[in-house]
């Protein structure tokens, strides 16, 4: 593709129409456009010097580094709505974010263009930002249903315990319900997306040159590293915390049996 005067009066006419037909039939949705206009263009001019950046080095440590640094972002997304706090959960989510997505691209890039071009960033960092921000859309959920489950039902866990279950063994019901969370919504988009995009977008690679069956290829192995990293997100952040944090669920049954509940001793310990 060449970026060319032509191009430019394109990008102008598809913008300026919509915004003519809002301002024509008053259509009260100015902040809004400008709010979602300022958040794509600072979001393309972000992506736009990673991209430019990552190409013109091109080596395996400067994609390794971009890499981490797109998934800031999303880590920060799915700390600030976890229910745990951004300050508190940031050393968790973000460690777990990398280590359920950074396997499952180069796995994809792999399987996509050969394992030698894995770690090229024009093959890897799409990848990853794809994975990122699939995963992001539901480990939030996910996180909260975790904490939700403890809080409210650290009876169940304790009766596992009372009845000889380990500890991991009861703290995995909880980590079960997360993994549902996580893989549901993914689910259910990826089967609207079958019915939906995921023709066009074969359809289109087939058009533009592309072989039909890479395109299918592709599309399938896209779609099973989505639901990869969404599923392995919870396991690998809840198994994190328990790490880092080390808190455990004796006190809360205690009160818990007296008719209250403290909210800040809520997980189980191995």
């Known amino acids: 593709m060449e970026i060319t005067f032509t191009t430019v009066l394109s990008l102008i006419a598809l913008l300026a129409l919509p915004i003519w037909a809002m301002a024509h039939y008053g259509a009260s949705v100015a902040g809004r456009l400008t709010h979602a206009l300022s958040k794509w263009a600072a979001a393309t001019l972000a992506t736009g010097a990673a991209a430019y950046y990552a190409v013109k080095w091109d080596n395996a440590a400067a994609t390794a580094a971009i890499a981490a640094l797109a998934a800031l972002l999303p880590a920060a997304y799915t700390a600030a709505r976890s229910g745990y706090g951004l300050r508190r959960s940031m050393s ?23 394992f030698h071009r894995a770690l090229e960033a024009r093959v890897l960092l799409p990848l990853m930002g794809i994975l990122c921000a699939a995963t992001a859309a539901t480990a939030h959920k996910a996180l909260r249903m975790y904490r939700s489950g403890v809080r409210l039902h650290h009876q169940y866990g304790t009766y596992l315990l009372g009845n000889g279950a380990t500890p991991g063994r009861a703290e995995g019901h909880y980590t079960k319900r997360a993994v549902e969370a996580a893989a549901g919504p993914v689910l259910s988009r990826l089967a609207a997306t079958a019915a939906g995009a995921a023709p066009m977008v074969v359809w289109t690679v087939a058009m533009s040159g592309g072989g039909a069956a890479e395109a299918v290829a592709a ?20 198994y994190i915390m328990r790490k880092t944090e080390g808190v455990h669920t004796e006190g809360t049954a205690a009160k818990g049996a007296k008719g209250g509940t403290d909210n800040k001793n809520t997980d189980i310990k191995d």
């Open 92 to 114: 968790w989510v973000y460690p777990g974010l990398l280590a359920a997505t950074a396997p499952v691209a180069v796995v994809a890039a792999g399987a996509l263009f050969g």
């Open 219 to 238: 599309e399938l192995i896209v779609a099973a590293g989505m639901l990869c990293s969404a599923t392995l997100f919870p396991v690998a952040a809840i």
